[in-house]
């Protein structure tokens, strides 16, 4: 089992930063790839960003790319999200996931940290 815990949200001006953080714990050996995905109201679940676990391939949706950069710490099983010059259109609920090697999709979750920027 895997445990993922994100931190770092909270509200910003448009135009700002902020950096989210998720801390997996448990069975890490197996980390193939993590990711962020995020979530606005009434609208479905999209994916930001991803990184792989060996190697630090990254890959990003089109509406984040040269403003959000993930990167990851194995040292420290965590992955961040740093997101710069931040849009109102980028408030959302943003979830991390894993994925393991042995595993087609990302099998795990964390709880969601919100994302709040105003105009």
């Known amino acids: 089992q895997v445990q993922l815990v994100e931190s770092g949200g909270g509200l910003v001006q448009a135009g700002g930063s902020l950096r989210l953080s998720c801390a997996a714990s448990?069975?890490?050996?197996?980390?193939?790839?993590m990711g962020w995905f995020r979530q606005a109201p009434g609208k479905e679940r999209e994916f930001v960003a991803r990184?792989?676990?060996?190697?630090?391939?990254?890959y990003y949706t089109d509406s984040v790319k040269g403003r959000f950069t993930i990167s990851r710490d194995n040292a420290k099983n965590t992955v961040y999200l740093q997101m710069n010059s931040l849009k109102p259109e980028d408030t959302a609920v943003y979830y991390c996931?894993?994925?393991?090697?042995?595993?087609?999709?990302?099998?795990?979750w964390g709880q969601g940290t919100l994302v709040t920027v105003s105009p």
């Open positions: 996931a894993l994925q393991e090697r042995s595993s087609v999709g990302y099998g795990y």
């Open positions: 448990g069975r890490t050996f197996s980390v193939y790839a």
């Open positions: 990184i792989m676990w060996n190697g630090g391939n990254t």
